[in-house]
């Protein structure tokens, strides 16, 4: 045990530089934990940092626990090796631990396909939170419930922590049959991080993407009537409004409890450049062609679904313009050309999106590229007493038009490389 105590100091003296100083007590920590765990399907990691705790657990003659209850440190992670747990370990069935957004639950997609054919045979059971918090949204389950990868979706009594890897999800250990393995959904997400499907794809031990990989959403052939009896009415107020094209629109989000301020100024502003508004966030705007989709009344996959009946209807018409949410990775499953606006500052935006989408942005990302960002002045926004960026209704309309426009002169910007 000294030894490896030894080797981990040494290697910090012989290749750490002084930047490295912040992250040795987070790697020591990690390897402390990473020793003590009972079960070596799992190993704690510090990904990005400059010494990693990456130990291979092997060498532990007898795993006894199918739990990862490990309380994280800032900079940790873990990384599963559910074949050491089916092969080696005979775990009767996997649970997935979920506490996530819908947004982020929608670009997971990708690698629960992922998971479901490395573990295929075994049963696949999701466990969702029922706490409507900051980091949590229970429709979550709604969701889960209608992926084929999933065998059966249950809740759990689960509590908030301001770290969200922190999220207390002990309920479900009162829930999960005997000898399935417990893993929640974590991953690290920074300006490091490429992307969430490539974080995702490392937590599991699943192959790297080389590729975008775009969500999987599978719907059914048909809509049920509650779809059909709205996208009735959206064609028919397509037609009566002789609008050029149709907007998707969403400008409120659960995550950071955000809400546009201007909804009606810019609802009034897109209408009368001839498009017809389809907004599922709150307005008073009288318009003729504006239609309010009441979500607490419409479920979120009725919400889903109308979407892609629209972009079956209306083709190359119809846009998404909205606020980082759920809606950002529903439209890069369809392919919808999309104007996000991000309201806030973030060094890791380019965790979560996707080509499809334009951003209004109030500062530059390195990794999106530099003619998809509509990189705001301090004129263009007032920040609110929460540091959030409310755009002006008149910024967004120009943005809009200039989104339009490079579309058409270059539809190849919306593809997916």
Not at 61 to 76: G, M, R, V
Not at 242 to 271: A, H, M, W
Not at 310 to 337: E, G, H, Y
Not at 374 to 392: E, H, M, T, W
């Amino acid at each position: 045990m000294l030894n490896r105590w030894l080797f981990v100091c040494l290697k910090f003296l012989l290749g750490a530089s002084k930047k490295s100083l912040r992250n040795l007590l987070s790697v020591v920590c990690s390897y402390r934990q990473s020793w003590i765990n009972d079960g070596y399907w799992y190993k704690i990691v510090v990904p990005y940092a400059k010494i990693s705790a990456n130990y291979c657990l092997q060498d532990l003659k007898k795993p006894t626990s199918y739990h990862f209850k490990k309380k994280l440190f800032l900079k940790e992670y873990v990384v599963y090796d559910f074949d050491i747990a089916i092969h080696q370990m005979k775990a009767d069935g996997i649970a997935l631990v979920f506490f996530m957004g819908l947004g982020d639950y929608v670009m997971a997609t990708p690698a629960i396909h992922e998971i479901r054919k490395k573990t295929k045979g075994v049963p696949l059971h999701a466990y969702v939170s029922d706490s409507l918090d900051i980091h949590n949204s229970p429709l979550v389950a709604d969701l889960l419930r209608k992926n084929p990868n999933i065998d059966q979706v249950f809740t759990y009594r689960g509590k908030d922590h301001f770290l969200w890897k922190h999220y207390d999800y002990t309920d479900v250990f009162n829930l999960v049959p005997k000898n399935f393995i417990v893993a929640p959904v974590l991953y690290p997400f920074n300006a490091q991080v490429r992307h969430r499907n490539h974080a995702l794809f490392e937590t599991f031990s699943l192959p790297r993407p080389t590729k975008w990989l775009l969500p999987l959403l599978d719907l059914p052939e048909k809509n049920n009537e509650n779809v059909l009896s709205f996208l009735n009415r959206i064609k028919n107020a397509f037609i009566q409004s002789k609008s050029i094209g149709v907007i998707f629109l969403q400008l409120d989000t659960r995550s950071n409890q955000y809400s546009y301020p201007d909804t009606d100024q810019l609802i009034e502003s897109l209408c009368e450049k001839g498009y017809l508004i389809v907004s599922v966030s709150k307005n008073n705007s009288k318009h003729p062609a504006c239609m309010t989709l009441d979500i607490s009344n419409f479920p979120i996959w009725d919400s889903i679904c109308l979407l892609k009946s629209m972009k079956t209807q209306f083709q190359d018409k119809l846009f998404l313009v909205a606020v980082s949410s759920v809606f950002w990775s529903v439209s890069a499953a369809f392919q919808i050309p999309a104007l996000g606006i991000h309201h806030f500052c973030s060094k890791d935006m380019h965790n979560y999106w996707y080509p499809n989408i334009f951003v209004i942005a109030p500062t530059e990302n390195p990794v999106i590229p530099y003619d998809k960002i509509f990189l705001a002045n301090v004129s263009d926004y007032i920040l609110n007493p929460r540091g959030q960026c409310d755009f002006l209704p008149s910024y967004i309309s120009q943005c809009f038009l200039e989104f339009i426009e490079k579309i058409k002169e270059n539809p190849v910007l919306l593809k997916c490389s």
